[in-house]
């Protein structure tokens, strides 16, 4: 345990770890299982169209989300623009700049405009109050994004949606296993959106999925997500391959097997940051709401500079050097990086909530790669910074002068 500032690495000491500690590794299942399902799939000589594995998927994840349709995916952004094609968006679409870029470019890659809306600086999720500013005529819809896997205020924008007469769906690619109201997400809005990429506490290694209730939407969904294929020798749309393979389908099924396994070891992991963390002046930690389904899959802090007198960034920066990689989602926002920057010079004006929040945001690391000591590791290191906030940036911008002087 470090006690004083020069042991710091960032100040010269050892990295508290000899390797890398990330906020994504994978979870993994039982690898022998996996590999069994390899193997059965190399002697089937079936490795992608809708094969066996994918489609035994479909329906273990339907009837897990209590969904009608799961339309497996390659990832979750072609997942997305297969949605939003087959849901019809066009014009302009309602979709918070806090969120992973994908969101945004699922939209503008098919020329529908991404309109970034501000969030409720509490959750982190869209603010339904917000997205009735943003609305104009050529608004069609709205991309609700559940952020950290916490579901937006579903209930209001369905009102909104049906007032205004919107498409509603949702970006749930962090809230696989998370409920809203007791319903597992998925069944919400038109669809909804899940990705199952390898940083994700269940992955597929690349993958997705969308869920929907609307038989007619998922029929179109299958033949989109097959260049438009209906039969062997006709085309119905304008498709894509948005096909997930066998591989990631058997990585998949046997990722399902120890969902529990993966969900109890994050929530164990989030609770003793809570713990740990608990008061720290100017260290905010987001708490999930224990109430409902959730998955435990991100472990997020604001960190407030008044209190901290210590910078979120300088914090980043003090952490990556004792190999604790947490990183700064979404900075700087959607909005702040091209093409939407130069459309939108200006539009962080309309949310303030968003910039406030990418500037204070860390998602620090956690899974089943990590447990008690490296979380005991990491908060003690926290703590020692932010009791020592002030003199640390001193002594971080002593050695800036320094080097520049050199
Ligand atoms: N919508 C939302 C709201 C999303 O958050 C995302 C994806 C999407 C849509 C799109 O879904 P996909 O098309 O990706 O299915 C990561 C993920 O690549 C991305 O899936 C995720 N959101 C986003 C929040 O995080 P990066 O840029 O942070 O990835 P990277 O390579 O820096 O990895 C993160 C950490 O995980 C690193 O510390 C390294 C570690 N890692 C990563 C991989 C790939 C491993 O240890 N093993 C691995 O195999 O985006």
Redesign the pocket.
Known sequence: MKSDLSQLAVLGGTPLFAA?I?????NIGNRDRLLARINEMLDRGWLSNNGPFVQEFERKTAEFLGVRHCIAMC????A?EIAIRATGMRGEVIVPSF??I??AHALQWQEITPVFCDIDPRTHLIDPAQVQQMITPRTTGIVG?H?WGQPCDIEALSQIARRRNLTLMF?A??AFGCSYRGRMIGNFGIAE?F??????FFNTF???AIATNDDDLAAKIRLMKNFGFHGYDNVEYIGTNGKMSEVCAAMGLTGLESLDEFVEHNRRNYRQYRRELAGLPGIRMLAWNESERCNYQYVVAEIEEELTEISRDELVRTLHAENI?A?R??YPGCHRMEPYRSFFPHAGLMLPATERVAQRLLVLPTGTTIGESEISGICAVIRLIAANGRALRQRLLAGRKAATTL
């Open positions: 890398p990330h906020v994504g590794r994978p990832n979750g952004t072609i997305l969120t992973f994908a969101t994004v952020v970006d690619a962090h959106v990705s199952f990429h390898a940083t994700k690349e993958g997705g990689l990183r989602y979404f």
